[in-house]
């Protein structure tokens, strides 16, 4: 099995570090699903259980973070919490990693971030809620996920319930093609839309199951070939909401997101929480939901990809 050093200038949990350093499969988790995705109490309930989800499926959970300067790989229950509550923690991505540790602020990491970290930790698997990507209106603005240009050169295999449904779903898929990223669709021909099983767009890569994700990740790195993988998982059917359902809400979020002039990194917070509120709450508890079927698809990725790597 293969073992990892752990990195000077990085802290770790003793859970994480004795998994790391004896080769068991660990799975990174964002943090800025935590400090700028949900409300509380709802963000820390969500950790706490997503850790313990992961921990349940064989693998050690390692949320990631920066804290009082430091890359966190895994934290402790009063650092959850301060993510959870302290309205003056940063929202990090790979930009803003050396600003944050040189001040010695909090950061909650980024589907990019936690990448790149997770890639300098030696943690192979990272599961999310959604995948940024191309904004609406793109053409114009240029609004591009630093989540595509990290997948296309880091070596982590990224499972979410597909692209949020907030973007260009179908430039995002073109971007990811251009970057060389295999985007892998767990059980399903169409891909997915973050609350919704669908996008009416198809799937580009159909696989079945963690051994054949597994088997996948396995063939492109021990063949030379870096990069991330994109893997989606579509929503539970029970827990979904349609995506024509969605569109009308999506449509008036952004709407409001305009006229009120946001834009750059607080543009998803605004819109995810604006769909809460458009929702009635529903959308909290099918991201919620679908966070959780990731924990358990992810954890067994994560397993399965030390087995065939030993």
Known sequence: MTETTLRPGFSYTEEVAEALTSGAPVVAL???????????????????????????????????????????????????????????VLKVSVRDLPFVIATGRHGA??????????????????????????????????????????????????????VKSILDIGLTLEYLETEGVPVLVNGSEEFPSFFSRGSGFPSPLVVDGPEEIAAVMHAKWSNGLPGGLAIANPIPAEDEIPAAEMAGVIEQALTEMDERGIRGNAATPFLLGRIVELTDGASLQANIALVRANARLGAAVAVAYKNLAR
């Open 109 to 162: 990491t980024t589907v990019a971030a936690t990448m790149r970290l997770s890639a300098l930790a030696g943690i192979d698997t990272f599961v999310t809620g959604g995948l940024g990507g191309v904004h609406r209106g793109a053409p114009r603005t240029f609004d591009i996920s630093a989540d595509l240009t990290e997948l296309g050169q880091t070596s982590v295999a990224v499972v979410s319930a597909g």
């Open 30 to 88: 964002e943090s800025t699903i935590i400090s700028h995705g949900m409300p509380y109490p709802q963000n820390i309930e969500m950790a706490r259980e997503i850790e313990d989800l992961v921990r349940a499926h064989g693998a050690v959970p390692a949320t990631l973070a920066v804290i009082g300067g430091r890359p966190s790989i895994g934290l402790e229950p009063a650092e959850l919490e301060l993510l959870a509550q302290d309205e003056d």
